[in-house]
């Protein structure tokens, strides 16, 4: 499994973002802000690093913050997923956290998400403080019917989870330095037991993961800077030699760096994602557009 970072929300002041989605299906990933996902037609599923559920028509399900998951719906299943800043739900959130994943749809849920998005999109005067207002009030409702733990209790639980991104991070800032020795130092693990947990977070190995890595940053350069040799990128994007770097480019790409085609670019499945850049769903999934009557 490798888990990638979303950012849909990023600096804007809505604090929230509404999808409808006709076929949904993302890959592994986490963002920062909080997730619900209600079920408006067929069912989906949602993995995430503890347990897997299916939803059914109108059922619903609460994501926190930094949780690794993805969604797979049914042929011509409809889901509308809603993601909330936490920092707007901090006197809710901050102590307390929901047992199960998987809640019991809210009275207003329906209400709530209709009124989110028609405030989305027709932007009227003070719609930011309104939709987070709704969203707050949904929140709550939600942590008033479910039964709640303590939430030290579940960070003990997602620990391996939090350390797993740190790494991602340390490798995506410094990949053309990073070897596996300085890494399996700097988080104080045997290379053994870094290999094991590295290998079934990501279903790759720590070299092939950060070839992939380089070989996603050369193509970059290749295709925005034609001045510069295939030595030079090489060497830019951490290759110990230029034998290394067609090597591995040539059985990542099936091209030569000279005769990449301009358009190309490596699978998203096959790569972490960078901040603010980043969006999970698959090509077959279906955004569907906001009418700002969404459910009635």
Known sequence: MIAYYESRIGKSQEKLWIGKFRNLKNIFHWHNEIEIVYIDEGSCVIETEAKTIQLCKNECAFLESGTIHRLIGAPNSIVTTLLIDPSILEPIINSHVLADIKIKTPDNL?????????????????????????????????????????????????????????????????????????????????????????????????????????????????????????????????????????????????????????????????????PHSFDPTQKESQLLPLLGDEIV
Do not use: W
């Open 110 to 274: 329906r209400a709530a998400i209709s009124y989110i998005s028609k405030e989305l999109v027709h932007k009227r005067k003070f719609y930011s403080y309104c939709t987070q207002s709704a969203a707050i009030q949904l929140v709550a409702e939600i942590f008033r019917g479910e039964k709640l733990t303590q939430k030290k209790e579940r960070q003990n639980k997602n620990s391996r989870f939090l350390l797993f991104k740190n790494i991602i991070k340390e490798i995506e800032n410094n990949y053309q330095f990073i070897s596996f020795e300085s890494i399996c130092e700097k988080f104080h693990y045997t290379p053994s037991h870094f290999s094991r947990l590295f290998s079934s977070l990501t279903g790759m190995t720590f070299s092939k993961y950060l070839n992939v890595l380089k070989t996603e940053k050369a193509i970059s350069l290749l295709q925005s800077d034609e001045k510069r040799s295939i030595t030079e990128i090489s060497t830019t994007c951490g290759f110990d030699s230029i034998r290394t770097f067609n090597r591995v480019f040539k059985k990542l790409t099936d091209y030569t760096p000279k005769s990449l085609p301009k358009a190309y670019s490596l699978e998203r499945y096959h790569l972490m994602a960078f």
